[in-house]
């Protein structure tokens, strides 16, 4: 039976926490939003980010190759000027993360003491890893790996290329690329989103975590800024997934059409354009299914399809080679962690530009993705403390992601070096990445099936990350207000679906690479000042919870049983 007493402390906590905890300011999420034709928008951040995008898709369509030659330039100018900020911003964004699971901070709890996790441990999981990595997995699981096979490890390992040492280092460079780093790029997004707008009581936007520095300015335009950045990120970054996933599905689809129907499909862009169209098709009703009806749904749909894939790739194939591959992969990837992560190219010579294709647009894909991910991880965390946070978001994705590189890396690397050689490096040379995975299933049985079922989760996994990012938009383009309508949040799908075509159209690839590293690089800026503020949140919550004020309010409250329905209406709306 429970405790009246402690009942009365947890009901007295709320008004506690709206007192004591929240933000001083006298504002409602989405107090300025107009409203025409059924949608409530922000006033600054909607108009600007549509005529960025609109423009920026104009411009790339009108141009032509033209465009093209504009996106490799600046491909060239950011990754050859900025990669060293890369480099050591995502360092710190590791290290913070770490930092603030392991000290006092750990024990906060997202959403205050009372607070009980909206979603079981095991959804949550599935949720945040479908999200934030499934999709990057099943393109560059097998292609990449191959990539640095071919090249000798890279401008870092530098060894014989096709050697068996240049296997190991392909293997631990992958580890690296999907590891620890990237989750630590979402993880402190997500944290400083969910403090702010759990324990604070602030809108879900990124402008919230500046509040320790800008107060109530950021409902002014150093806020406007800051939001409109993180949706330009968010488009630009889903853009460049809902392109790279349409071009192996229609590679895939080509495989199935080439093997099993004997006809496979033209290589023209307008057959990659019409699976983006089904993709966004898919995506529309999956938002309009909602977060528990669509995402929840797709994203345990994604886990069992995954796992099912991994299961079957390590027991059908070289299993005892695959399991001696990830330990040896491990091991190079652990001994070589400070070196690797700190590393640039300044002394690489004649063998630099290898980081720039790889570990700098990874870190610019992440950190692109960052804000819906982010995001959408802030908004399903409610009720874990932070301790919990960053051991559900650092390790647990991060574990899986290099036992997948590892499995799938092997199987690739065996056939290259004990069945055929040229087998998969052959046709990932003549025909792209998008081809690799399937070259491997070819050497498995039951190739048909797992051919499908890779499309299948191919295209689950797009849907559910372009409906989270599409939710979290409309967020941030809705002053921060969450109920918003349906035919809101179908809008931004079809704004990532045209920036992903004309991506396609200018350059392909190329284009892609591209809108990821630029958008990624304001952002990552931005992500450095956050890693402060959140410092600055959660030392004032430690230093409230031990004030003489908290005691003296948890007292009083226990005395007068205080109840949540004393609660004021503007904290209940701020905390909504």
């Known amino acids: 039976m429970t405790d009246p007493t402690e009942e009365t402390v947890t009901d007295g906590e709320e008004t506690i ?28 951040v909607f108009p600007l980010a549509l005529a960025f995008i609109v423009g920026f898709v104009a411009l790339t369509v009108g141009f032509g190759d033209g465009a093209a030659t504009a996106y490799e330039t600046v491909f060239d100018a950011v990754t050859a000027n900025f990669g060293w900020f890369y480099v050591l911003s995502v360092n710190v964004f590791l290290i913070a993360l770490v930092a603030f699971g392991l000290s006092e901070y750990g024990t906060i709890r997202l959403g205050g003491p009372d607070a009980d996790p909206a979603f079981s441990t095991v959804a949550w999981l599935a949720m945040l890893f479908s999200a934030g990595m499934g999709i990057g997995l099943l393109f560059f699981g097998v292609a990449e790996p191959m990539y640095h096979f071919l090249s000798g490890g890279g401008s870092f390992f530098d060894v014989p290329a096709r050697s068996p040492a240049a296997a190991r280092s392909a293997t631990a460079l992958s580890m690296f690329h999907w590891g620890l780093h990237p989750w630590a790029i979402y993880g402190i997004v997500g944290l400083g989103l969910a403090f702010f707008s759990f324990n604070r009581g602030l809108p879900i936007t990124v402008r919230s975590v500046f509040y320790p520095l800008l107060g109530e300015r950021i409902y002014g335009w150093p806020g406007h800024i800051v939001d409109l950045a993180a949706v330009l990120a968010t488009v630009f970054g889903l853009a460049t997934t809902v392109g790279l996933g349409a071009l192996q599905i229609h590679a895939g689809l080509d495989f199935l059409g080439r093997n099993y129907l004997a006809t496979g499909l033209p290589s023209a862009t307008w057959v990659t354009t019409a699976i983006v169209a089904v993709i966004i098709g898919l995506t529309t009703l999956s938002v309009v299914a909602g977060l528990e009806g669509g995402i929840k749904r797709l994203s345990t749909v994604n886990v069992v399809l995954m796992v099912g894939l991994l299961g079957f790739t390590l027991v059908a194939g070289p299993t005892v080679y695959l399991l001696d591959g990830f330990a040896s992969g491990l091991g190079v990837y652990l001994g070589n962690f400070l070196a690797l992560s700190f590393y640039a190219e300044a002394f690489a010579g004649a063998d630099a530009g290898w980081q720039h294709d790889w570990t700098i647009f990874y870190w610019g894909f992440w950190i692109a993705w960052a804000p819906f991910v982010g995001m959408f991880i802030a908004r399903i965390s409610k009720g874990r403390t932070i301790r919990q946070f960053v051991g559900g978001v650092l390790l647990v994705p991060t574990l899986f992601s290099l036992l997948w590189m590892a499995v799938f890396n092997g199987s690739a690397l065996f056939v290259e070096l004990n069945v055929l050689s040229g087998g998969i490096l052959g046709p990932l040379q003549e025909h792209g990445r998008a081809v690799a995975l399937f070259e491997l299933l070819s050497s498995y049985p039951l190739t048909f099936l797992t051919s499908v079922v890779v499309t299948a989760n191919l295209l689950t996994f797009i849907v559910t990350s372009t409906d989270s990012g599409a939710l979290v938009t409309s967020y941030l383009a809705a002053g921060g207000k969450q109920d918003t309508l349906a035919r809101q949040r179908v809008l931004w799908p079809l704004l990532i679906g045209a920036t992903a075509v004309a991506l396609l159209v200018g350059n392909g690839l190329n284009g892609l690479q591209t809108a990821v590293i630029a958008a990624g690089l304001p952002f990552g800026a931005i992500m450095l000042l956050m890693v402060y503020t959140i410092f600055l949140g959660l030392r004032r919550e430690l230093d409230i919870h031990r004030s003489p004020a908290y005691r003296a309010a948890v007292e009083d409250a226990t005395d007068q049983g205080t109840t949540a329905g004393d609660s004021s209406s503007k904290a209940r709306g701020r905390r909504e």
């Open 17 to 44: 926490r709206e007192r004591l905890f929240y933000a001083d300011v006298a504002r409602e999420p989405g107090d300025t939003n107009v409203r025409h034709w059924g949608i409530e928008v922000h006033p600054v």
